[in-house]
């Protein structure tokens, strides 16, 4: 059974930070990449950033490019998204996501790629 839990959304206003936990068990993820994806009303659900277990060659949508930063703790089987700068457009809910790596190497950003899926956590920004 694998599992993956986020943490750490909440509202926080125009500029402020927030930083989303996931928490990954089950299996073991070697040959996966981890992605956090977000979705807000009416869009469909897009990726943010994308890390290997191993922690080198993060990948950013130019939206957030700059503002978050994700990386690992594999002593805890956990990813992080720092969000800094936050702004009214990255209201959303945030959902982390495992996936086949693309050539054992690159993070997918195509959401129906990815097999295994978090419960989502609201992130209100307001302004």
């Known amino acids: 059974q694998v599992q993956l839990v986020e943490s750490g959304g909440g509202l926080v206003e125009a500029g402020g930070s927030l930083r989303l936990s996931c928490a990954a068990s089950?299996?073991?993820?070697?040959?996966?990449?981890m992605g956090w994806f977000r979705q807000a009303p009416g869009n469909e659900r897009e990726f943010v950033a994308g890390?290997?277990?191993?922690?080198?060659?993060?990948s950013y949508a130019d939206s957030v490019k700059g503002r978050f930063t994700i990386s690992v703790e594999n002593a805890k089987n956990t990813v992080y998204l720092q969000m800094n700068s936050l702004k009214p457009e990255d209201t959303a809910v945030y959902y982390c996501?495992?996936?086949?790596?693309?050539?054992?190497?690159?993070?997918?950003?195509?959401?129906?790629?990815?097999?295994?899926w978090g419960q989502g956590t609201q992130v209100t920004v307001s302004s």
């Open positions: 890390i290997r277990w191993s922690g080198d060659n993060p």
């Open positions: 996501a495992a996936g086949p790596l693309m050539w054992n190497y690159y993070i997918r950003t195509e959401a129906r790629l990815y097999d295994y």
């Open positions: 089950g299996r073991t993820f070697s040959t996966y990449g």
